[in-house]
């Protein structure tokens, strides 16, 4: 009798130590600047153009061929490397106009999240976690701003449109940035002491904020692929157990490989993937055993983008996932082109 209430305990004790505090998602809905707005609203219009064009090639050249139409995105996200042996001309051709029409998608994110990214080359190891990988003349033909030519230094010019400079410089407070500082103050002044994790897709993106923590005062440290183990160990160790730093900025791709961040009670998701499960790793950085406050996931959506429909994706994914009971199918952690027509609303 006494060995099995013995047991009870020990299991009553066990599920007392796994226990987690309270977790809420709070989803901060956010409306892009005119200038924001008038940006974004040129990026988008070539980009919807593009997919549109793509269609209708694919179209052609089915309806040419005599065969019935293939999904020509049914792997849309996968690495599209250089052409090699048995590579035909069309499938080349194919290939780069996805790997096109994908690094628009990404430069309309970027967008929502601060215009000074789209003055940066795309970074191929960042681009690999997109499914991407880009050729020297893909890369320079991606969006990206350029000076015109013989003309004010103070403007700049995005696929014919001109635009004053000052809006691409990175101490300029973009709408997401504006909303994430005021956050970031209302937790400080808390009476508790509590911490923040920042994420982002972007090592770009994160230096941005940097740079504005800084202007704030607030003191940070920053985990991404180029930390080496021992100074990541250093970081979390110090971010869990002293009172600096403040905020952990962390890249999307390091905040999945088992770091414990339970100092910080609060997590920041400043943009959004098309895989949740991406974005739920993150998560978990903070809401895992050991935690002992209660945590609060934050989501930034800037309305009438792209962002908005892929939190809809988001959440047809995540059903799509229970239902199968995996989300390791391509359907969960890919896009298709069914995917792309709905975040281009075609």
């Known amino acids: 009798m006494s060995s ?7 299991t009553m004790v066990q ?30 219009t070539r980009s919807r ?40 001309v069309a499938e080349d051709s194919q290939r780069s106009s ?44 991606a969006l990206t701003l350029s000076e015109l030519q013989n003309s004010d230094p103070s403007t700049v010019s995005l696929n014919g449109e001109c635009f004053k400079a000052e809006l691409f410089e990175d101490m300029r407070e973009s709408t997401k940035i ?7 103050d209302a937790i400080q002044r808390n009476a508790g002491s509590q911490k923040s994790v920042i994420v982002s897709q972007w090592t770009s993106m994160l230096k941005v904020v940097a740079r504005h923590l800084k202007r704030y005062k607030l003191t940070y440290a920053t985990i991404d692929g180029s930390v080496n183990p021992k100074q990541r160990m250093d970081l979390v160790e110090a971010f869990n157990n002293s009172r600096s730093p403040q905020v952990m900025l962390i890249s999307l791709l390091a905040g999945g490989v088992g770091l414990n961040l339970t100092g910080g009670n609060h997590l920041f998701l400043l943009d ?22 209660d945590v609060v996931i934050h989501r930034f959506v800037c309305e009438g983008t ?12 995540k059903d799509l996932a229970k239902q199968v009971l995996s989300g390791s199918g391509e ?3 890919r896009l298709t082109l069914a995917d792309l027509k709905v975040l281009f609303g075609i």
Not at 4 to 10: D, H, V, Y
Not at 36 to 44: D, P, R, T
Not at 275 to 292: F, K, M, T
């Open 272 to 293: 959004m993937h098309w895989n949740p499960s991406l974005e739920d790793q993150a998560c978990d950085r903070i809401y895992r055993v050991g935690q002992q406050k």
């Open 98 to 141: 996805t790997v096109h029409i994908l690094s628009h998608l990404l430069r309309l994110r970027q967008c929502c999240c601060h215009l000074s990214l789209l003055k940066s080359a795309l970074d191929p190891t960042e681009l690999k976690n997109e499914g991407l990988v880009l050729s020297l003349e893909d890369q320079l033909s």
């Open 178 to 184: 504006s909303s994430l500082l005021v956050e970031l």
């Open 15 to 44: 599920r007392k130590e796994v226990m987690l505090p309270q977790r809420k998602f709070q989803l901060h809905h956010l409306k892009l600047s005119e200038d924001e707005e008038a940006v974004y609203s040129v990026l988008f």
């Open 331 to 333: 359907s969960v952690t």
């Open 49 to 88: 153009s593009a997919l549109q064009s793509y269609l209708k090639r694919q179209e052609r050249g089915d309806n040419q061929s005599g065969r019935s139409p293939d999904n020509p995105f049914s792997r849309v996200a996968q690495e599209f490397g250089s052409s090699g042996p048995g590579h035909s």
């Open 306 to 317: 792209v962002e908005e429909k892929i939190l809809q994706l988001q959440k047809k994914k």
């Open 4 to 10: 099995i209430c013995g047991g009870a305990m020990l």
